[in-house]
Nanobody, 114 residues
């Protein structure tokens, strides 16, 4: 059974940091593009960051450039999203995505509030 399981979400104050993790089971993610998306109620899911299969290249939404960093450890079948300088507008459910095979995680809630 293929699963992508996100963790690391929670409540954080503005200016704080969180690190999200996405761990795969049932599949090997090595060599596959992976991404993080986010979604708020009533809006479309938004691509936040993506990373190539080997991790050599990344891309980010303009809204998170310079604050978020995507990385991966293929041996651990895990993709990370380090989020710094969080702002209330970053509040959303964050989803992990295997871009090549369209697998999705169940999402983890990130809430930025004082």
């Amino acid at each position: 059974q293929v699963q992508l399981v996100e963790s690391g979400g929670g409540l954080v104050q503005p200016g704080g940091s969180l690190r999200l993790s996405c761990t795969a089971s049932g599949i090997d993610i090595g060599g596959y593009f992976m991404a993080w998306y986010r979604q708020v109620p009533g809006k479309q899911r938004e691509l936040v960051a993506k990373i190539t299969g080997g991790g050599s290249s990344t891309a980010y939404a303009d809204s998170v450039k310079g604050r978020f960093t995507i990385s991966r450890d293929n041996a651990k079948k895990t993709v990370y999203l380090q989020m710094n300088s969080l702002q209330p507008e970053d509040t959303a459910v964050y989803y992990c995505n295997d871009m090549s095979r369209s697998y999705w995680g169940q999402g983890t809630q990130v809430t930025v509030s004082s």
